[in-house]
């Protein structure tokens, strides 16, 4: 018992990280090698089997659009000094046809879109809303960090099971539910709304650097908001992965000021989005990837 609670300490001291803008403390047990690489295999999985669109003006503005968030970080760091955070990303930018209204990212910078979203964002720079949220997740490395918390529950679920492994099996099984119900809920659903709203908090910045008004974020979780209820609603918040729209919306009009002090207008004329075929909005399921 003593091992394995010495054994999470140390894990937890060693694996200790700063998310840069932030300035978040978070835990990644994993190499940065081995994720990315998780990232790639499993991105190119979703791409085969996927219908992938190419050639068309969305397809391209989602490349464009996503280069251009991409860049605008890259140089931000080199100019902080901080270019080597960004060694072995392998970007990637591609559109899915995909009815479902959502993006998603993977370790390593890879990004999808579905066209579903596309109904939504309405403008490119309602798409870079999208698209910088998802670059926020892989630089902020909230895939790692997923995975170090899975792990770490794991853990303390073993150092559990020792601690009670003399007492009876009706008391065993209690302790293991209260144990998973508590981890879940104080836990794990906690740390995926921190992380989507730091998604948030950095898309909005990191938009800002490419040139685009930080303005258009909550314009667009607003549109999101509209679907959503058009669809039936959402859920309760605390058993939900994603902060609720409301709060969203209210937590990004206050980041706003912030993203201000980092955006450099491009003084080029925006693209207006078109779907790239008739997309009728699906009922929004949740998911991890996004």
């Given at each position: 018992?003593?091992?394995?609670?010495?054994?999470?300490?140390?894990?937890?001291?060693?694996?200790?990280?700063?998310?840069?803008?932030?300035?978040?403390?978070?835990?990644?047990?994993?190499?940065?090698?081995?994720?990315?690489?998780?990232?790639?295999?499993?991105?190119?999985?979703?791409?085969?089997?996927?219908?992938?669109?190419?050639?068309?003006?969305?397809?391209?503005?989602?490349?464009?659009?996503?280069?251009?968030?991409?860049?605008?970080?890259?140089?931000?760091?080199?100019?902080?000094?901080?270019?080597?955070?960004?060694?072995?990303?392998?970007?990637?930018?591609?559109?899915?046809?995909?009815?479902?209204?959502?993006?998603?990212?993977?370790?390593?910078?890879?990004?999808?879109?579905?066209?579903?979203?596309?109904?939504?964002?309405?403008?490119?720079?309602?798409?870079?809303?999208?698209?910088?949220?998802?670059?926020?997740?892989?630089?902020?490395?909230?895939?790692?960090?997923?995975?170090?918390?899975?792990?770490?529950?794991?853990?303390?679920?073993?150092?559990?099971?020792?601690?009670?492994?003399?007492?009876d099996s009706t008391t065993q099984?209690?302790?293991?539910?209260?144990?998973?119900?508590?981890?879940?809920?104080?836990?794990?659903?906690?740390?995926?709304?921190?992380?989507?709203?730091?998604?948030?908090?950095?898309?909005?910045?990191?938009?800002?650097?490419?040139?685009?008004?930080?303005?258009?974020?909550?314009?667009?979780?607003?549109?999101?908001?509209?679907?959503?209820?058009?669809?039936?609603?959402?859920?309760?918040?605390?058993?939900?992965?994603?902060?609720?729209?409301?709060?969203?919306?209210?937590?990004?009009?206050?980041?706003?000021?912030?993203?201000?002090?980092?955006?450099?207008?491009?003084?080029?004329?925006?693209?207006?989005?078109?779907?790239?075929?008739?997309?009728?909005?699906?009922?929004?399921?949740?998911?991890?990837?996004?």
């Amino acid at each position: 018992m003593r091992r394995i609670l010495l054994a999470f300490l140390l894990v937890f001291l060693a694996a200790c990280e700063t998310v840069p803008i932030t300035g978040r403390q978070q835990i990644s047990i994993h190499g940065d090698a081995e994720m990315n690489a998780l990232g790639a295999r499993e991105y190119r999985r979703i791409i085969e089997e996927s219908d992938v669109v190419t050639g068309t003006k969305d397809a391209k503005l989602v490349s464009e659009v996503g280069n251009k968030i991409k860049n605008a970080v890259a140089s931000y760091f080199s100019q902080n000094g901080q270019a080597d955070r960004l060694k072995g990303y392998r970007w990637d930018f591609r559109l899915i046809d995909d009815d479902e209204p959502n993006a998603f990212c993977l370790p390593g910078g890879k990004v999808a879109v579905h066209t579903g979203i596309l109904d939504i964002t309405k403008t490119e720079a309602g798409l870079a809303v999208v698209m910088g949220h998802e670059v926020a997740h892989a630089i902020a490395n909230h895939g790692n960090e997923r995975m170090s918390q899975g792990l770490l529950v794991d853990l303390a679920g073993t150092a559990l099971l020792a601690a009670v492994a003399d007492e009876d099996s009706t008391t065993q099984f209690a302790l293991q539910a209260a144990f998973g119900l508590g981890s879940e809920l104080g836990l794990l659903l906690p740390f995926s709304r921190l992380h989507e709203s730091e998604a948030d908090r950095l898309g909005l910045i990191f938009m800002a650097m490419a040139g685009y008004d930080p303005h258009e974020a909550p314009k667009f979780w607003r549109r999101m908001a509209a679907a959503k209820e058009e669809e039936g609603g959402e859920g309760f918040e605390f058993l939900s992965t994603h902060p609720s729209d409301e709060t969203r919306v209210k937590d990004l009009e206050s980041a706003i000021g912030e993203a201000m002090t980092f955006y450099r207008p491009s003084g080029g004329r925006q693209q207006t989005v078109q779907s790239s075929s008739p997309q009728k909005l699906r009922k929004m399921r949740p998911r991890n990837q996004d």
